[in-house]
């Protein structure tokens, strides 16, 4: 009899329900897996999870070739060093390697100090991993040196939130409410590639009769089904939101009551805006002042209204800032804390919300509290058992810690264990950072593939994933959402609760025993742990339990008690700052970190291609994926094109300040003149962020990967451009863009 198992796709932040057949797991959760043959799991529509209704992507549709062990790594693998050379990578039992990762974190822990370990988690991993994760870092290594990559996805929507509403939740609506909204403007998104079933909430929306604005410096798949298209300047954002406002003030748009009820800041948000007219703002830019006038009529006029942003705004120097201008624009016209209303991030990340609530980021622990709280401290402390004062203080974020890797002195750290991320392809300024993690004594990386990253690792440690493993995932919305196990993980394989209690018992944590800390491998049991550790916090997950989400089909945050309802829409009465109001943030405009000049005429913007996901580790080895999309390219403009005097398929090499990388062009007249696009999920020669700038916001931490300048060539005509420049990433060929494709 076939058996089937209700899970969700391993992929993005929308987390779609889906029904997987012909299910083989038998043994206990987070056990060494029995053998079995190559699964035959067939992905099956699931309509009645109401976020998808059953519709999948691509990538969603194909997520049953990630379970074939011949994409897998199913064995530890070590790499010997003599005399400070490095060897091979070789296979190694479990033991061998597991005491190799314990001796050598311990010994350079003992000559270095706790904080010369560090510890890089992902946005893909489940709330437990990420909880267990950053316990593990706090209670067995003892090191402030943990972060996540989804420092480089959300935290400066993160960020915004916080300042504007006092709590960070990617939607504080949920997506069903969309299309009952009047206006709504999408702020550097583009879900028709990175999540199209949720395209069906925007149609809707035009099908009630609202209005969608899209901003965005291309005409992307999305735009093109916007009512109105604005088509700024990469790290233009801040100013077209500043511009928005002062229409707002100037043509009487201000919701004068919910101004003076709900917020504070106003004048000070005012005044800023007031300094960027609508023909300031166009030479800003470079949005006709005829297309701002509309789009403020458009959105201030309307009764309910919402913006939504992603990448495109966020991941700049002043990202933080940027999403706090289109915030402010939300207050003013009193369109947020009401039904239909209000400013949402669309969150990238499978478990990009989930990730960044228990403890993987750097300044938190779990339930959104801060690691600089005595009293978050006392309660977190007490339910992992150990002395508060033990526990660290806040260490670096994403980039710096993983600019610190290898560096001499006291603030280097020398020793990384890496879960569930590729920072040589995902990393800003990636060249850079594969040096770094290169020069490190110890590089431990758990992944289900040979990345990239791991591709440099000391010891590879080979982990149990998605439809292998039972846990939780937070989507977008806040909806806490449950992954089944479905089938057993090839032979070889652990999981990563397994990984980290082994290592902690090699490290003298005991566990099991008492109100000694714990470290168990039972995913249900560590929610239950991390029930407990978030009770009272901002995310608060104290009622959640699993099998209220198997009968409620997920439950949002906040929910403390077991009775509670779960909070599908915040704000509504209050928000959640001291005195209940929202706060304007007194944000003006500046440029992007690097602004094109002679020597790098045009702008580089980065993103993402339907058919990769991220860091492309999975989905490159997918072949339905890479067949529809097998490599990197650069887009840009037929008239810019004619200008270099370069055709479709020419090899390009597009240079910044921090290398180079080469890849074919690919004409379009969606793209601005002055811009060039390139997606990032490709390593090798192709790689988009060896091109990047980590110039980073001074809030959020977060990298500036959606704007820096560049000079585009074709291949072959570059010698004559070298002057003044040091590329530190030369491929040897286009081809070379694939690098690490099929390399597991
Ligand atoms: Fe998976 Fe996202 Fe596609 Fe849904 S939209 S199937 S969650 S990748």
Known sequence: MTTTTDTHCPYCSLQCGMRLAGATAGSAAGAAAVPVAAPSVEVLERPEFPVNRGALCGKGQNAAALLSPATRLTAPLVRDRREGRRGELRAASWEEALERVADGLAAIRAEHGADAVGVFGGGGLTNEKAYQLGKFARVALGTANIDYNGRFCMSSAAAANRIAFGIDRGLPFPLEDIPRTDCLILVGGNPAETMPPALRYFRELRENGGTLIVVDPRRTRTAEQADLHLQPLPGSDLALALGLLHLIVADGMVDVDFVAERTTGFEDARAAAMAHWPERVERLTGVPAAQLRQAAQLFGRARTGMVLTARGPEQQSKGTDTVGAWINLCLASGK?????????????????????????????????????????????????????????????????????????????????????????????????????????????????????????????????????????????????????????????????????????????????????????????????????????????????????????????????????????????????????????????????????????????????????????????????????????????????????????????????????????????????????????????????????????????????????????????????????????????????????????
Not at 362 to 373: C, K, T, V
Not at 434 to 446: F, I, T
Not at 705 to 733: D, N
Request: aromatic letters at 6%; a neutral charge; charged letters at 25%.
């Open 336 to 744: 947020a804390g009401r039904p239909y209303s209000g400013y949402g991030c669309l969150t990238g990340q499978g478990n990009g919300q989930g990730g960044r609530e228990h403890g993987q980021k750097a300044d938190q622990l779990p339930g959104y509290r801060s690691i600089e709280d005595p009293a978050a401290r006392a309660h977190v402390a007490g339910v992992w058992g150990v002395d508060p004062d033990a526990l660290p203080r806040s260490g670096r974020s994403a980039y710096e810690l993983l600019d610190s890797l290898g560096r001499p002195g006291p603030d280097g750290v020398r020793a990384l264990l890496l879960m569930g991320s590729n920072p040589v392809v995902s990393a800003p300024r990636a060249a850079h950072i594969a040096a770094r993690l290169a020069s490190l004594d110890l590089l431990v990386v758990s992944d289900l593939v040979l990345s990239e990253t791991a591709q440099l690792a000391d010891v590879v440690l080979p982990s149990a994933q998605w439809a292998e493993e039972t846990g939780t995932m937070t989507n977008l919305e806040g909806r806490v959402i449950l992954r089944q196990r479905a089938v057993d993980a090839p032979t070889g394989v652990r999981g990563d609760l397994w990984l980290l209690r082994e290592l902690a018992e090699r490290l003298g944590v005991k566990h099991g025993t008492g109100a000694k800390p714990r470290f168990d491998d039972d995913p249900e049991t560590v929610f239950e742990e991390l029930r407990r550790a978030s009770a009272g916090g901002q995310a608060d997950y104290a009622g959640i339990s699993y099998d209220r989400i198997r009968a409620e089909d997920g439950v949002f945050w906040p929910c403390p008690a077991e009775d509670h309802p779960g909070t599908p829409r915040l704000f509504l009465d209050a928000f959640a700052t001291p005195d209940g109001r929202a706060r304007f943030a007194p944000v003006t405009h500046r440029p992007a970190a690097e602004e094109p000049d002679a020597d790098y005429p045009l702008y580089l913007t980065t993103g993402r291609v339907l058919a990769q996901y991220q860091s492309g580790a999975q989905t490159r080895r997918v072949g339905a994926l890479n067949a529809a999309a097998p490599g990197p390219f650069v887009e840009l403009h037929p008239l810019l094109a004619r200008r270099l005097k370069v055709a479709e398929g020419d090899a390009l090499v597009v240079t910044s300040r921090r290398g180079r990388a080469v890849a074919p062009a690919r004409l379009t007249d969606t793209i601005r003149q002055d811009t060039v696009f390139m997606p990032f999920h490709w390593g090798g020669a192709g790689r988009a962020n060896t091109l990047t700038n980590p110039a980073l916001d001074p809030t959020s931490k977060m990298p500036e990967f959606k704007v820096c300048a560049v000079r585009v060539e074709a291949a072959g005509r570059t010698e004559t451009a070298e002057r003044g420049t040091q590329p530190q990433q030369v491929g040897a060929s286009a081809a070379g863009g694939t690098a690490g494709r099929g390399k597991a």
